[in-house]
Protein backbone atom coordinates (compact mmCIF):
# COMPACT_ATOMS: atom_id res chain seq x y z
CA UNK A 1 0.00 0.00 0.00
CA UNK A 2 1.15 3.38 -1.15
CA UNK A 3 -0.07 6.93 0.24
CA UNK A 4 1.23 10.16 -0.99
CA UNK A 5 1.39 12.90 1.15
CA UNK A 6 3.10 16.77 0.80
CA UNK A 7 6.27 17.63 3.18
CA UNK A 8 7.45 21.29 3.14
CA UNK A 9 11.11 19.62 3.22
CA UNK A 10 11.85 15.88 3.21
CA UNK A 11 15.44 15.58 2.74
CA UNK A 12 16.85 11.96 3.12
CA UNK A 13 20.82 12.93 3.07
CA UNK A 14 21.26 10.01 6.27
CA UNK A 15 19.89 7.40 3.40
CA UNK A 16 23.54 5.77 1.97
CA UNK A 17 25.06 2.95 0.39
CA UNK A 18 27.73 0.99 2.37
CA UNK A 19 30.80 -0.03 0.81
CA UNK A 20 31.53 -3.42 0.19
CA UNK A 21 32.84 -6.20 2.25
CA UNK A 22 36.07 -6.44 0.63
CA UNK A 23 36.29 -2.56 1.03
CA UNK A 24 36.09 -3.08 5.14
CA UNK A 25 38.47 -6.03 4.73
CA UNK A 26 40.95 -3.48 3.15
CA UNK A 27 40.39 -1.01 5.41
CA UNK A 28 40.65 -3.32 8.12
CA UNK A 29 44.86 -4.86 6.91
CA UNK A 30 45.88 -0.95 6.40
CA UNK A 31 44.62 -0.70 10.15
CA UNK A 32 46.40 -4.00 10.76
CA UNK A 33 49.41 -2.66 8.89
CA UNK A 34 49.54 0.51 10.79
CA UNK A 35 49.27 -0.78 14.38
CA UNK A 36 52.32 -3.53 13.33
CA UNK A 37 54.18 0.35 12.75
CA UNK A 38 53.12 1.34 16.00
CA UNK A 39 54.27 -1.29 18.03
CA UNK A 40 57.65 -1.68 15.89
CA UNK A 41 58.63 1.86 17.27
CA UNK A 42 58.25 0.54 21.21
CA UNK A 43 61.02 -1.99 19.89
CA UNK A 44 64.10 0.29 19.37
CA UNK A 45 66.40 -2.50 18.17
CA UNK A 46 63.83 -3.30 15.39
CA UNK A 47 64.58 0.01 13.57
CA UNK A 48 67.02 2.28 15.00
CA UNK A 49 64.89 5.37 13.74
CA UNK A 50 62.75 4.94 16.42
CA UNK A 51 65.67 5.29 18.81
CA UNK A 52 64.94 9.89 18.28
CA UNK A 53 62.15 10.29 20.17
CA UNK A 54 61.01 13.15 18.42
CA UNK A 55 60.67 10.59 15.16
CA UNK A 56 58.90 8.13 17.45
CA UNK A 57 56.47 10.70 18.76
CA UNK A 58 55.37 11.76 14.87
CA UNK A 59 55.24 8.59 13.97
CA UNK A 60 52.59 7.69 16.36
CA UNK A 61 50.75 10.68 16.41
CA UNK A 62 50.33 10.48 12.52
CA UNK A 63 49.61 6.53 12.64
CA UNK A 64 46.78 7.58 15.57
CA UNK A 65 44.99 10.20 13.46
CA UNK A 66 45.11 8.03 10.30
CA UNK A 67 43.51 5.07 12.37
CA UNK A 68 41.44 7.23 13.65
CA UNK A 69 40.03 8.74 10.34
CA UNK A 70 39.63 5.34 8.91
CA UNK A 71 37.86 4.05 11.52
CA UNK A 72 35.71 6.79 12.22
CA UNK A 73 34.85 7.53 8.13
CA UNK A 74 34.49 4.01 6.95
CA UNK A 75 33.10 2.11 9.49
CA UNK A 76 31.10 4.09 11.60
CA UNK A 77 30.02 5.33 8.08
CA UNK A 78 30.84 9.24 8.05
CA UNK A 79 32.20 9.55 5.08
CA UNK A 80 28.64 8.34 3.40
CA UNK A 81 26.02 10.10 6.07
CA UNK A 82 24.59 12.93 6.70
CA UNK A 83 27.56 15.73 7.25
CA UNK A 84 25.51 17.19 11.14
CA UNK A 85 26.64 14.11 12.32
CA UNK A 86 30.45 14.39 11.50
CA UNK A 87 29.93 17.93 12.98
CA UNK A 88 28.63 16.82 16.03
CA UNK A 89 31.51 13.88 16.32
CA UNK A 90 33.96 17.13 15.68
CA UNK A 91 32.42 19.49 17.88
CA UNK A 92 33.00 16.55 20.92
CA UNK A 93 36.37 16.05 19.66
CA UNK A 94 37.20 19.97 19.83
CA UNK A 95 35.88 20.31 23.02
CA UNK A 96 37.70 17.60 24.45
CA UNK A 97 40.71 19.40 22.89
CA UNK A 98 39.69 22.56 24.63
CA UNK A 99 39.12 21.03 27.83
CA UNK A 100 42.96 19.40 28.08
CA UNK A 101 44.42 22.64 26.50
CA UNK A 102 42.78 24.65 29.97
CA UNK A 103 43.53 21.88 32.28
CA UNK A 104 47.26 21.62 30.92
CA UNK A 105 47.39 25.73 31.26
CA UNK A 106 45.55 25.04 34.52
CA UNK A 107 48.61 23.02 36.05
CA UNK A 108 51.15 24.97 33.89
CA UNK A 109 50.44 28.41 35.27
CA UNK A 110 48.45 27.76 38.85
CA UNK A 111 49.53 24.26 39.34
CA UNK B 1 7.37 22.05 -1.65
CA UNK B 2 8.38 18.91 -2.02
CA UNK B 3 6.60 15.60 -2.25
CA UNK B 4 7.15 12.37 -1.19
CA UNK B 5 5.98 9.45 -1.14
CA UNK B 6 5.78 6.91 1.50
CA UNK B 7 4.76 3.26 1.79
CA UNK B 8 3.38 1.26 4.74
CA UNK B 9 5.89 0.38 7.66
CA UNK B 10 6.07 -3.45 6.87
CA UNK B 11 6.99 -2.72 3.19
CA UNK B 12 9.26 0.27 3.43
CA UNK B 13 13.25 -0.12 4.13
CA UNK B 14 13.54 -3.81 2.49
CA UNK B 15 17.45 -2.21 1.93
CA UNK B 16 17.66 -1.48 5.86
CA UNK B 17 17.78 2.26 5.14
CA UNK B 18 14.32 3.60 6.28
CA UNK B 19 13.62 6.88 5.19
CA UNK B 20 13.09 8.98 8.32
CA UNK B 21 9.91 11.15 7.95
CA UNK B 22 11.01 13.83 10.41
CA UNK B 23 11.15 17.48 10.18
CA UNK B 24 15.22 17.30 9.45
CA UNK B 25 14.62 13.98 7.55
CA UNK B 26 17.58 12.13 9.63
CA UNK B 27 16.99 9.46 11.99
CA UNK B 28 16.41 10.65 15.56
CA UNK B 29 18.01 8.04 17.30
CA UNK B 30 21.09 8.18 15.06
CA UNK B 31 20.73 11.57 15.54
CA UNK B 32 20.90 11.05 19.41
CA UNK B 33 23.76 8.48 19.29
CA UNK B 34 25.87 10.70 17.66
CA UNK B 35 25.04 13.69 20.34
CA UNK B 36 25.82 11.17 22.78
CA UNK B 37 29.12 10.13 21.06
CA UNK B 38 30.32 13.94 20.98
CA UNK B 39 29.50 13.93 24.73
CA UNK B 40 31.17 11.02 25.20
CA UNK B 41 34.67 12.27 23.73
CA UNK B 42 34.14 15.02 26.68
CA UNK B 43 34.11 12.05 28.87
CA UNK B 44 37.02 10.96 27.88
CA UNK B 45 38.52 13.95 27.25
CA UNK B 46 38.86 14.80 30.84
CA UNK B 47 40.02 11.00 31.67
CA UNK B 48 43.20 11.35 29.29
CA UNK B 49 43.78 14.61 30.28
CA UNK B 50 44.12 14.15 33.96
CA UNK B 51 45.63 11.00 32.88
CA UNK B 52 49.04 13.24 30.70
CA UNK B 53 49.29 15.69 33.81
CA UNK B 54 49.34 12.71 36.59
CA UNK B 55 51.18 10.57 34.51
CA UNK B 56 54.44 10.38 36.39
CA UNK B 57 53.12 11.49 40.12
CA UNK B 58 54.74 9.00 41.80
CA UNK B 59 53.72 8.73 45.50
CA UNK B 60 55.11 10.32 48.20
CA UNK B 61 56.38 7.44 50.35
CA UNK B 62 59.80 4.95 49.54
CA UNK B 63 56.80 1.90 48.48
CA UNK B 64 54.75 3.69 46.08
CA UNK B 65 56.95 5.04 43.66
CA UNK B 66 56.13 2.39 40.94
CA UNK B 67 54.13 3.62 38.15
CA UNK B 68 52.22 2.32 35.39
CA UNK B 69 54.36 3.17 32.66
CA UNK B 70 57.22 1.67 34.54
CA UNK B 71 55.44 -1.72 34.12
CA UNK B 72 53.73 -1.81 30.99
CA UNK B 73 53.60 -5.12 29.17
CA UNK B 74 53.14 -3.81 25.47
CA UNK B 75 53.51 -6.78 23.38
CA UNK B 76 50.66 -8.20 25.47
CA UNK B 77 48.81 -4.78 25.27
CA UNK B 78 49.34 -4.53 21.63
CA UNK B 79 47.51 -8.21 20.79
CA UNK B 80 44.63 -6.74 22.78
CA UNK B 81 44.38 -3.49 20.83
CA UNK B 82 44.69 -5.80 17.79
CA UNK B 83 42.07 -7.99 18.82
CA UNK B 84 39.64 -4.33 19.63
CA UNK B 85 40.47 -3.49 16.38
CA UNK B 86 39.48 -6.13 14.08
CA UNK B 87 35.99 -6.81 16.46
CA UNK B 88 35.38 -2.91 14.35
CA UNK B 89 35.64 -5.29 10.86
CA UNK B 90 33.25 -7.84 12.60
CA UNK B 91 30.84 -5.85 13.39
CA UNK B 92 30.70 -3.75 10.13
CA UNK B 93 30.36 -6.96 8.70
CA UNK B 94 27.80 -7.98 10.48
CA UNK B 95 25.95 -5.05 9.47
CA UNK B 96 26.55 -5.46 5.81
CA UNK B 97 25.00 -9.28 6.16
CA UNK B 98 22.22 -7.55 8.32
CA UNK B 99 21.61 -5.50 4.69
CA UNK B 100 21.52 -8.61 2.98
CA UNK B 101 18.98 -10.66 4.84
CA UNK B 102 21.79 -13.00 6.12
CA UNK B 103 20.69 -13.86 9.22
CA UNK B 104 23.09 -16.42 9.66
CA UNK B 105 26.07 -14.43 8.50
CA UNK B 106 24.75 -11.49 11.11
CA UNK B 107 24.40 -14.06 13.72
CA UNK B 108 27.71 -15.42 13.26
CA UNK B 109 29.68 -11.52 13.02
CA UNK B 110 27.70 -10.65 16.26
CA UNK B 111 29.16 -13.16 18.29
CA UNK B 112 32.67 -12.86 16.79
CA UNK B 113 32.17 -9.27 17.83
CA UNK B 114 31.08 -9.70 21.05
CA UNK B 115 34.09 -12.62 21.87
CA UNK B 116 36.54 -10.12 20.18
CA UNK B 117 35.26 -7.48 23.01
CA UNK B 118 35.46 -10.36 25.71
CA UNK B 119 39.07 -11.48 24.77
CA UNK B 120 40.08 -7.94 25.01
CA UNK B 121 38.04 -7.46 28.57
CA UNK B 122 40.16 -10.80 29.68
CA UNK B 123 43.11 -8.86 28.49
CA UNK B 124 42.58 -6.03 30.86
CA UNK B 125 41.37 -7.89 33.63
CA UNK B 126 44.77 -9.93 33.38
CA UNK B 127 46.60 -6.23 33.38
CA UNK B 128 45.07 -5.04 35.94
CA UNK B 129 45.92 -8.55 38.09
CA UNK B 130 49.60 -8.00 36.86
CA UNK B 131 49.61 -4.26 38.36
CA UNK B 132 48.45 -5.59 41.33
CA UNK B 133 51.03 -8.31 41.50
CA UNK B 134 53.63 -5.90 41.68
CA UNK B 135 51.78 -3.78 44.37
CA UNK B 136 50.03 -1.37 42.24
CA UNK B 137 46.76 -0.80 43.12
CA UNK B 138 44.01 2.21 42.28
CA UNK B 139 45.42 3.98 45.36
CA UNK B 140 48.96 3.44 44.73
CA UNK B 141 49.35 6.72 43.67
CA UNK B 142 48.11 10.00 41.17
CA UNK B 143 49.47 7.86 38.19
CA UNK B 144 47.61 4.92 39.02
CA UNK B 145 44.37 6.84 40.14
CA UNK B 146 44.53 8.31 37.03
CA UNK B 147 45.35 4.66 34.98
CA UNK B 148 43.33 2.65 36.83
CA UNK B 149 40.30 5.21 35.90
CA UNK B 150 40.71 5.81 32.50
CA UNK B 151 41.44 2.20 31.52
CA UNK B 152 38.39 1.31 33.58
CA UNK B 153 35.71 3.11 32.30
CA UNK B 154 36.71 2.23 28.85
CA UNK B 155 36.37 -1.23 30.06
CA UNK B 156 33.08 -0.61 31.09
CA UNK B 157 32.11 1.02 27.91
CA UNK B 158 33.68 -2.20 26.14
CA UNK B 159 31.22 -4.72 28.72
CA UNK B 160 28.27 -2.39 27.93
CA UNK B 161 28.74 -3.00 24.14
CA UNK B 162 28.83 -6.59 24.72
CA UNK B 163 25.94 -6.98 26.53
CA UNK B 164 24.19 -4.89 23.41
CA UNK B 165 25.86 -7.40 20.91
CA UNK B 166 24.69 -10.37 23.09
CA UNK B 167 20.74 -8.45 23.05
CA UNK B 168 21.03 -8.23 19.25
CA UNK B 169 22.89 -11.89 18.94
CA UNK B 170 19.57 -13.31 21.08
CA UNK B 171 16.62 -11.07 19.07
CA UNK B 172 18.37 -12.23 16.06
CA UNK B 173 18.08 -15.72 17.22
CA UNK B 174 14.09 -15.41 18.51
CA UNK B 175 13.98 -13.93 14.62
CA UNK B 176 13.06 -10.56 15.98
CA UNK B 177 16.26 -8.91 13.71
CA UNK B 178 15.40 -8.21 10.07
CA UNK B 179 16.50 -6.15 7.50
CA UNK B 180 13.77 -3.36 8.69
CA UNK B 181 15.97 -3.39 12.15
CA UNK B 182 19.47 -2.28 10.47
CA UNK B 183 19.84 1.18 11.86
CA UNK B 184 19.16 -0.84 15.05
CA UNK B 185 22.36 -2.54 14.46
CA UNK B 186 24.22 0.20 12.78
CA UNK B 187 23.34 2.03 16.05
CA UNK B 188 24.83 -0.56 18.41
CA UNK B 189 27.73 -0.60 15.52
CA UNK B 190 28.54 3.06 16.25
CA UNK B 191 28.77 2.83 19.76
CA UNK B 192 31.50 -0.54 18.87
CA UNK B 193 33.42 1.85 16.71
CA UNK B 194 33.30 4.73 19.16
CA UNK B 195 34.89 2.56 21.82
CA UNK B 196 37.51 1.35 19.52
CA UNK B 197 38.70 4.43 18.09
CA UNK B 198 39.03 5.43 21.94
CA UNK B 199 41.17 2.78 22.57
CA UNK B 200 43.31 3.95 19.12
CA UNK B 201 44.40 6.86 21.17
CA UNK B 202 44.55 5.11 24.06
CA UNK B 203 46.86 2.67 22.73
CA UNK B 204 48.83 5.48 20.99
CA UNK B 205 49.20 8.16 23.89
CA UNK B 206 48.95 5.86 27.15
CA UNK B 207 50.95 2.85 26.41
CA UNK B 208 53.57 3.98 23.49
CA UNK B 209 54.51 7.74 23.58
CA UNK B 210 57.63 7.47 25.67
CA UNK B 211 57.99 8.93 28.76
CA UNK B 212 61.02 11.39 29.58
Sequence with gaps: MSETLTEPHVDHDDAHEHPSDWAYIKIALILAVFTGIEVLTYFESALPIFENNAVTITTLMVLMVIKFWLVATWFMHLRFDNKIFSQLFVAGLILATGVYVIALAAFEFWG | ?212
Design chain 2, 1 to 212: MATATIDSPDTHAADGHDEHHTSTGISNTKLAMWAFLGSECLLFGGLISTYLLYKTRRGPGPDNTTIPTDIFDIPFTSVSSFVLLMSSLTMVLALSALTRGDNQATRAWLLSTAMLGGVFIGGQVYEFTSFLREGVGFTHNPASSAFFTLTGFHGVHVSLGILMLMSLYVASKQGKLTPKHTETVEIVGLYWHFVDVVWIFIFTVIYLIPVE
